[in-house]
């Protein structure tokens, strides 16, 4: 049960990327979508993102635990998740989603109000939600930048 909540909560063992884990999940989750989540109609890309947040959160939970720590670098589920948030049902074309990367990434990074104040969610559900909050932000910059640009 250990390396499977290894497995989940480092996103593949992206999380043991000995620079920058969370970028390196973001993009690994970014690449899955593009090939693999944008083929699926939103009802299913949907369950995907809700199906990881509802395993992210034990497993965040319990690998945190055995760290002895709050937030560990290696658990990148919630970078994962988040990022597969900002790209929802957008078209998988390099140029929409290396913006919903990048953007996401920066909401990750700075963490502007209101999401900062996710973290605060005990064991997994803040590990996980302050991501999720940035996925959303990401995703409304990125949708309105497309808009303008149609």
Request: with cysteine; aromatic share 10%.
């Amino acid at each position: 049960m250990k390396t499977l909540v290894r497995i989940v909560a480092t996103f593949l063992g992206s999380g043991f990327c000995p620079i920058a884990p969370g970028t390196a999940a973001s993009f690994l989750a970014a690449l899955i979508y593009m090939f693999l989540i944008s083929g699926l109609s939103g009802p299913v890309q949907a369950l995907v993102i809700v199906a990881l947040f509802l395993v992210g959160v034990p497993a965040a939970s319990r690998y945190a635990a055995e760290l002895g720590r709050k937030d560990p670098g290696r658990i990148v589920i919630d970078e994962a998740c988040g990022q597969l948030v900002a790209l929802f049902m957008i078209r998988p074309d390099p140029i929409p989603v290396a913006a919903g990367f990048f953007l996401f990434r920066i909401f990750d990074i700075i963490k502007p109000y209101p999401i900062k104040k996710l973290e605060g969610f005990p064991r997994g559900w803040g590990i996980m939600a302050d991501d999720i909050g940035a996925g959303l932000a990401a995703a409304a910059v990125l949708r309105l930048a497309l808009a303008i640009l149609k």
